[in-house]
């Protein structure tokens, strides 16, 4: 189904993508995750981190986000709580994953 882009949820800060996942995933599929991502669509995300990411949209806390590229690689965008940087990973650690909530 098509869907019609939205306007961003919130800035992204600087986008840093680690040096594993810019060799692994297409531009492309970078480009087209971080647009879902500051439009408030997370991905792969379950329900429950769902409602997560939009408490944290109003409290100011960590945004995660889960994508999988066309080649099937699941990868990670993570947006700091003060919105300065967003990070696209291919791993997380259980840590990170912990430290969404806010």
């Keep these: 189904m098509l869907q019609l882009e939205s306007?961003?949820?919130?800035?992204?800060?600087?986008?840093?993508?680690t040096d594993h996942a810019a060799n692994?995933?297409?531009?492309?599929d970078i480009v087209l995750a971080l647009r879902r991502h500051v439009q408030g669509d997370w991905g792969d995300l379950e329900a429950p981190n769902r409602r997560e990411n939009e408490r944290a949209l109003l409290l100011g806390c960590r945004l995660l986000s889960a994508y999988s590229s066309r080649t099937g690689l699941r990868f990670w965008i993570i947006t700091e709580p003060d919105r300065s940087r967003t990070n696209v990973e291919l791993h997380i650690s259980a840590l990170m994953l912990?430290?969404?909530?806010?």
Aim: hydrophobic share 35%.
């Design 7 to 17: 306007a961003p949820k919130f800035p992204p800060g600087r986008v840093v993508i």
């Design 24 to 28: 692994e995933i297409s531009p492309e």
């Design 98 to 102: 912990s430290l969404q909530k806010c």
